[in-house]
């Protein structure tokens, strides 16, 4: 039996689940003609995902080729070393990422002041803006809010992304170390950590005075290098290898980490993130990155 070195998963867009036989096919076809010596496709997933398990090439010359055969368009897909698949340390934006919405957006909310806020948000994930500036720059929009607002956003407002729960509790249930570190607020953090399963959490803390917001967080901010170096000392500790490393988010606030991780995946995300993932999910929800790492559907646990 030879030895394969690298693995191209496909996960089908849910609304054409059909269309990935074909395409699975078709992709073999065209990394055996690059020189892949491709094995048998190997379905995680009846008709939803696949790995196609293959020799050693170039991964870059691997995916361009793919991508002129228009073969990577229609689906979510990850083209990685066959080795450490299964990552060790985990660690995930939450805004946008593990939940659906902008907890701060949803507070300007309450203020009267969502369109304004938003704007600022949709900036900053963008990289059009200083991330620091703009949080600081929000936060003081919240003044005066009362204490018993994050509540009601947290029990209205907020839901998780599909799959959250799945795959964090699939990836502890095998070992890993879970975070959660956001350039989001404790207070949400801290729930949704209990809610999806965390091992830990890392944000920043709004400031009261009595029961009304300050428009002031604590200092420092829990930013783009804060998530990076949480990811490095998390490594450190923990005596694992980049490779066994993954790390996602949406927005340019991730993007430190994403590169940073053995496996860096941008989930429908802005332009800037996207670019600097090893992958991308484009269609899927969160149990795509389960398929990314080889589980297979059967070794789920969540609902």
């Not at 992709?27 to 398990?53: F, K, V």
């Not at 600081?136 to 839901?159: D, I, N, P």
Request: charged fraction near 25%; hydrophobic fraction near 45%.
């Amino acid at each position: 039996m030879k030895t394969t070195q690298s693995v191209l998963t496909l996960v089908a867009d849910h609304t054409a689940e059909a269309e990935i036989r074909n395409i699975a096919e078709q992709a073999r076809e065209c990394l055996d003609d690059q020189g892949g010596n491709c094995e048998a496709i190997d379905w995680l997933s009846e008709d939803t995902a696949c790995d196609i398990p293959f020799e050693q090439l170039d991964q870059s010359a691997a995916e361009k080729s793919l991508e002129k055969a228009g073969l990577l368009g229609q689906l979510d897909f990850c083209l990685q070393p066959a080795a450490q698949r299964r990552k060790k340390l985990f660690l995930a934006d939450m805004d946008s990422t593990i939940i659906t919405v902008e907890c701060i957006d949803e507070l300007a909310d309450f203020a009267g002041l969502k369109e304004e806020v938003s704007k600022i948000t949709e900036d900053a994930m963008n990289g059009k803006i200083e991330f620091n500036d703009a949080f600081r720059e929000r936060v003081a929009m919240l003044k005066g809010l009362h204490r018993e607002v994050l509540q009601r956003v947290f029990e209205e407002r907020v839901s998780l992304t599909p799959g959250a729960q799945t795959l964090v509790q699939t990836m502890r249930h095998n070992g890993t170390y879970t975070a959660l570190v956001s350039g989001g607020f404790t207070f949400f953090t801290g729930l949704v950590r209990e809610w999806v399963g965390f091992h830990m959490d890392m944000s920043n803390e709004l400031l009261f005075d009595g029961d009304q917001l300050t428009g002031i967080a604590a200092e420092p901010i829990l930013n783009s290098t804060a998530k990076l170096n949480t990811l490095l000392r998390l490594k450190a500790e923990t005596g694992l290898a980049d490779a066994e490393t993954l790390a996602i988010g949406d927005g340019a606030n991730d993007i430190p980490m994403i590169e940073a991780a053995g496996l860096g995946v941008a989930f429908h995300a802005k332009a800037k993130a996207a670019a600097a993932a090893d992958a991308n999910i484009r269609f899927g929800d969160l149990r795509t990155l389960l398929y990314y790492q080889g589980y297979r559907a059967e070794e789920f646990i969540g609902p």
